[in-house]
Every structure is written in C-alpha cells, then in structure tokens.
C-alpha cells in the first residue's frame, strides 16, 4: 500500500495514530450503520414487492370493470359522474429518520372508513360496473399511497446504502491501509535514528575512553 | 398536505378520478415528462406513472431519485415486470447481487 509522504517526526507520528484510530472507530460505525440500513431495506422491498403484486391484481380488475362501464355509458356521463369525488385524493407527508436517513411516509388524508363516499353520483346514467370499479378503486387508495411511500423509502434507502458502502470500503482498503503503512514506515525511520544515534554516543564514549587512557599512559 | 397525481394514458387512468386523485392524460413520452414536471410544480407528493412509460419513470428516478418528494412510482398495472425490475435493480445496487431472486 502506498504510504503517504510527510515527513518522520514524532509529531507526525502522533497525529497519523490519531487518525487511524478515528478512521478505525468510523468504519466500525459506518459497518454498522451500512448492516442496519440493509435490514430495513430488505423489509421494504419485500414489503413491497407483495404489495405490488396484490395491488396489480386488484388494479386489473377494476380497470376491466372500467372498460365495460365505459364500453356502456355515454364517455361524458361517466366523465361527469367522476368530476367530484366521494373524497379528496390528498395525502399527508410526514419524515421519518431511519440511521440519518430522512425518508417519506405518506398518509392517505382519509384514513377513516366512515368518511369514505365512495359512489358521490347518482345512479340514473350510470350503469351497474362503474359502481363496483369505483368501490374497488376507493378501498384500494390507502394501499396505493403506502406503496408509493414504500418505494420511495426503498429508492433512498439505496442510494445511501451505496453511498455508505463505498465509504467503508474506502477506510477499510485504501484510507486505513494507507495510514497503518505510513505509521509503520516513520516508526522504521525513527528507530533506526535512535539506533545510530546510540551508535555514535558509543563510539563518542569510547573514543574518549581511548583518549582517556593514552593520556594516562604518557 | 400534498396531492397525488396520476400520469399515462387516459382509457387507463380515468378510473383513479374516483380516488380524488388528479389525473393527467398524456400521449408520449415528452408529453409525460412535462406533466410530471406540472404535477410538480402543482404540489404533487406522488405521482403515479403508467409502466409503459417506463423511459419517465427512468428520468423521473434520475431527476428526483435523492429528493424526499415527490415519489414517482410506476402505477401497478399491467404485468408490472418493469416496475419488478425497478425494485430488482434496487436491490442490486444496494447489495450487489440480487438476494430475493425473482
């Protein structure tokens, strides 16, 4: 790994532990972080996903029950009966924080059943399907809006997913390696400084013990 | 309180006026792309977009892909392989590998 270049002092060496320990210490979070938000994630897609598929089903026969009720009524009758709906399609939008991740939660505004019209026209023109259709279509608000909610959460919850991954992957490949190596390349220089700084002091010593001595002699 | 919106074909999308929901018939792709962006503008929280128009759906993700809103969600109709796979490649760039295997 490549080591990166400062130079080899003990203060260097000081401030490198430091970021290592704090590089060690977030990739243990970001690990961590990364592990829950996969969890969540998987329960939304497969949340999801069933939901998807139960809505698809409901969805189909009621766009069928539509095409026969237009298929009898007159296209204006039917636009007219429509016009002003038993209810009003709004939806209440709430945050929620999941690991600081901030993602939607939409709530059908009218959750209560006994709200619910449903059928708001009169039933002179219209014929027998279109009041099925809109039933059907009317029970199945709620479960569109907390599909659209889920899908959003799981769009998200992806994206900072990947983004966390690629940051523990940079500590633990390049950012951590990087310091591990520089820390143990400056403790070399260091070493070996002391080592020949030991080695000239000996030396200095016996020189002058061997100069000591000739002075004696003579 | 935001609305919902409804884009794709009108034979198709009519029935969600019962539902409250604000409905807006398009013909291609641009038209959809520009309805999308009113329905935006217009205080739309979700807008639901018919899957044959999965190429929306595809700029839709890229455009407000990060933002909290609004939730462009392909509407389930159809077969739903298109929005199956929306889901899919989710999971894939998510966890590198398709775990749910479907």
């Known amino acids: 790994m490549a080591e990166i270049r400062v130079n080899p002092t003990r203060m260097e060496l000081k401030k490198l532990k430091n970021k290592l320990n704090t590089a060690r210490r977030g990739h243990k979070l970001l690990k961590n972080k990364c592990d829950e938000l996969m969890k969540q994630f998987l329960d939304v897609v497969r949340e999801s996903k069933t939901l998807r598929t139960e809505l698809e089903g409901t969805l189909a026969e009621v766009v069928e029950e539509f095409g026969c009720a237009a298929a009898e009524t007159d296209p204006r009758v039917m636009t007219e009966a429509l016009l002003l709906p038993g209810f009003e399609g709004e939806v209440m939008t709430e945050t929620k924080n999941v690991m600081s991740v901030i993602v939607p939660v939409f709530r059908h505004k009218d959750s209560d059943p006994s709200v619910r019209g449903g059928v708001s026209y009169g039933f002179a023109f219209t014929t027998r399907s279109i009041d099925a259709a809109v039933r059907e279509i009317c029970a199945s608000t709620e479960d569109l809006v907390r599909l659209a909610s889920l899908e959003k959460q799981a769009q998200l919850l992806c994206s900072e997913i990947e983004k966390t991954r690629r940051r523990v992957n940079a500590l633990e490949y390049i950012l951590i390696p990087q310091y591990a190596a520089t820390i143990k390349s400056i403790s070399m220089k260091l070493d070996e400084n002391e080592r020949s700084n030991l080695t000239r002091l000996m030396k200095v010593k016996d020189m002058m013990l061997e100069g000591r001595g000739a002075g004696t002699d003579q | ?102």
Not at chain 2, 7 to 14: C, T, Y
Request: hydrophobic share 40%; glycine share 12%; charged share 30%.
């Open chain 2, 1 to 102: 309180m935001g609305k919902v919106a409804v884009v794709g074909r009108e034979e198709n999308i009519l029935c969600f006026l019962a539902s409250g929901f604000r409905i807006f018939p398009v013909g291609g792709t641009d038209e959809a792309k520009e309805a999308v962006r009113r329905a935006k503008k217009e205080g739309c929280d979700v807008i639901f977009v018919s899957p044959e128009l999965d190429e929306v759906i595809g700029w839709a993700d890229e455009k407000y892909g990060e933002s909290v809103t609004p939730a462009v969600i392909p509407l389930p109709l159809g077969s739903g392989d298109k929005a199956k796979e929306r889901l899919t490649s989710f999971v894939e760039r998510a966890v590198g590998a398709n775990i749910l295997g479907d």
